[in-house]
């Protein structure tokens, strides 16, 4: 007649969840799993694009500086790729400077290390564009299921209808069919928010790594004034 006390050590939050658990059944484990994993790529992703990370402020006009009086040695080279993904792009330019000043060479040189960037920026979010389509379609396997439960409850056969396994399809239909749309709404815009910020950083690199370009292909010329 009454509920018992949830144990000592447990909260009425946690036993809460875990009765959903329950009573969403086992199509609700996949989506638990997509979760965390979308949770995991979320933050991992957060730290990795920082743009301090990625391209800090004012790196290609220290950059140019320094090329004012020549290509700067391996030493320098080396310390400016560790600095960032853009000192690694604005780094592979140098080096080929340093064997030619050939533009098209030189172009190249920035063109395959602005792939190698992109594709560095780009890792982790088809898992998570994945996650967010495969997440309505685990909550509709849920559905699906919870259904077959609420017609099984009716089976002709039956002696009458089953009260509890009709409750227990009810609950699996409707809590997979949420959790689903929980798991993929979130996944989905942080998807949509981190390729729009891979793109505004991959352009900026590429406004960056034309600067210099610019610069190492007319060393005479004063280099213009850079966006960031």
């Known amino acids: 007649m009454f509920r018992s006390a949830p144990s000592e050590g447990v909260s009425l939050e946690e036993v809460a969840l875990f009765s959903i658990v329950q009573a969403a059944g086992w199509p609700i484990w996949p989506l638990i799993f997509c979760s965390v994993i979308a949770l995991a790529l979320v933050l991992e992703r957060l730290v990795s694009l920082r743009r301090a990370r990625i391209a800090p402020t004012g790196l290609v006009t220290e950059v140019i500086g320094v090329c004012r009086a020549g290509i ?49 920026l780009e890792r982790y979010l088809n898992a998570l564009a994945t996650i967010a389509t495969a997440a309505p379609l685990l909550g509709l ?41 929980m798991v993929a709404i979130p996944s989905l815009m942080a998807h949509r928010y981190f390729r729009s910020r891979v793109s505004g950083l991959l352009h900026d690199m590429e406004q960056a790594a034309d600067q210099l370009l610019h610069r190492l292909v007319h060393p005479q010329l004063a280099p213009s004034q850079p966006n960031r």
């Open 141 to 181: 396997l849920g559905t699906v299921i919870g259904m077959i439960e609420i017609f099984g409850a009716q089976a002709p056969g039956s002696n009458g209808t089953n009260p509890a396994q009709l409750a227990h399809g009810i609950s699996v239909a409707l809590y997979n069919t949420a959790f689903g749309l």
């Open 72 to 120: 700067p040695g391996p030493e320098v080279i080396d310390k400016l790729a560790a600095n960032s993904l853009l000192g690694k792009v604005l780094a592979a330019g140098l080096r080929q400077a340093t064997r030619t000043n050939d533009p098209e060479l030189l172009r190249r040189a920035f063109e395959t290390a602005g792939r190698s960037a992109a594709h560095q």
